[in-house]
């Protein structure tokens, strides 16, 4: 099917149906799965799936439209619905869509699965899962293979296509010996081929041994001002909140980002450098929702601020420049301190292994649950610990970073490193 055939099909009828200028992205998705439950081979399947999604303008309004149906009548149809969304909202000077340019296309990763190393993979993880860890049960893993191609065009010339094929593994476990049950915990990573062995996708292989270790759970004493390290599985919901109260597009049109007038300023520990690199893993994201070719860049750069993470609109909204990319995909510098040394220089605290908590308050402000995590004392670790408050903020928390690991999870759309810091409140029994 001629993808781009279509985004200038849905186009013109969108010109048709009254917009003043329109945009459009059309994704066609493939899945080979193989997956595991309670340990054992359970099932193969492949899926697929299409959507297209047309945003049309008219004297300033916006209206969208949805559609997995993609004949000609459909496509005047989800037309005719943008442009009628587009009438009946509120207009709004921000909203823009991206200057034209030469057209672009990309790729990436195989442009098949190689199914029999699949299950060969799989396989041999569950195998070497019973082996290493027999009191861990697999709760459920999946292996798939995803091709995805997907078009962008919009009504000012911008066309853009890109073809990614990328694997991507999650495995869950538990631990159980008698009537002693771990939490369950879980992982897993992307990539563009299956080279290395599934245990060492995304720490799995660490995380499965942490299981085996927290059969024995005891609560935390009392409550202090302590240090967590943050793991990589954890990191990345720190950065998240970056997102929902500092950088991102929301908290700088709404003025409730304490980083309002940080640009150029230090706002972070200088051991702290975080890029998004939508081009440089294994994520296949060529280009923003906007329409401008994706490209790598650093908000923190060695601790100082370089910029929000905007969009067209946000930029149009708040007169601040569109940033490179609007964020995701990230990785981190890596820093020099070993993990062991890290857990050295603690006192007392948490080394942060899971963390459920909801989004900081807009000033950043954060608290939630420590799961699956060990406690610190005098330079080593003293426990497990059953789920324990964790409360602080991020962007003190961030700007008192005293080592950055060197060491490093690739979870393919990100690599992220462990962080020590301090200032933040446990509370136990």
């Known amino acids: 099917m001629d993808g781009m055939r279509l985004i200038d099909q849905v186009l013109r009828a969108a010109a048709a149906a009254g917009a003043d200028m329109a945009k459009a992205a059309l994704s066609f998705g493939e899945k080979s799965e193989l997956n595991v439950d309670a340990g054992k081979m359970s099932l193969f399947r492949m899926t697929s799936g299409r959507t297209l999604t047309l945003t049309a303008y008219v004297a300033g309004s916006k209206g969208t439209a949805t559609t997995d149906r993609l004949g000609a009548a459909d496509l005047e149809e989800a037309a005719g619905e943008a442009v009628g969304a587009a009438r009946s909202a509120p207009p709004d000077t921000a909203n823009a869509i991206a200057p034209g340019g030469a057209p672009a296309s990309f790729a990436s990763g195989p ?35 995803e091709q995805r191609v997907a078009y962008f065009g919009n009504s000012n010339g911008v066309r853009l296509d890109g073809r990614t094929g990328v694997y991507g593994f999650t495995a869950m476990f538990t631990t159980k010996e008698r009537e002693r049950t771990s939490s369950f915990n879980y992982s ?44 990589p599985h954890c990191m990345g919901d720190f950065i998240d909140a970056l997102d929902g109260a500092y950088w991102g597009g929301y908290p700088l049109i709404k003025g409730t980002t304490p980083w309002k007038d940080a640009v150029g300023t230090v706002v972070a520990s200088p051991l702290l450098t975080l890029s998004s690199s939508p081009r440089s893993v294994d994520s296949g994201h060529y280009w ?142």
């Open 188 to 231: 897993g990573a992307a990539r563009l081929d299956l080279g290395e062995e599934l245990s060492a996708w995304g720490g799995i292989d660490e995380l499965m041994r942490q299981s085996t270790e927290q059969l024995d759970l005891r609560p935390v004493e009392g409550k202090f001002t302590g240090d967590i390290i943050v793991t």
């Open 111 to 145: 442009s098949g699965p190689d199914r029999d190393a699949m299950y060969d993979r799989l396989s041999q993880f569950v195998a070497w899962a019973e082996d290493t860890y027999p009191k861990t049960k697999l709760e459920q893993c999946v292996l798939d293979f």
């Open 288 to 429: 923003t929702s906007d329409g401008f070719e994706a490209r790598d860049w650093s908000p923190i750069d060695a601790g100082v601020f370089r910029g929000f993470c905007l969009d067209l609109y946000a930029a149009n909204k708040t007169g601040r420049s569109r940033s490179p990319s609007t964020g995701g995909n990230w990785t981190m510098k890596p820093g020099d301190a070993e993990v062991t040394a890290m857990v050295g220089a603690v006192e007392r605290g948490l080394l942060l292994c899971r963390f459920s908590g909801g989004q900081p308050s807009e000033n950043g402000d954060f608290t939630g649950v420590a799961k699956n995590s060990y406690l610190i004392e005098n330079g080593a670790i003293a426990r497990p610990i059953s789920e324990t408050m964790v409360s602080g903020n991020v962007g003190q928390f961030l700007a008192g970073v005293r080592a950055v690991s060197g060491r490093q999870i690739d979870f393919g759309s990100s690599r992220l490193s462990w962080v020590l810091g301090g200032g933040v409140t446990i509370s136990g029994r």
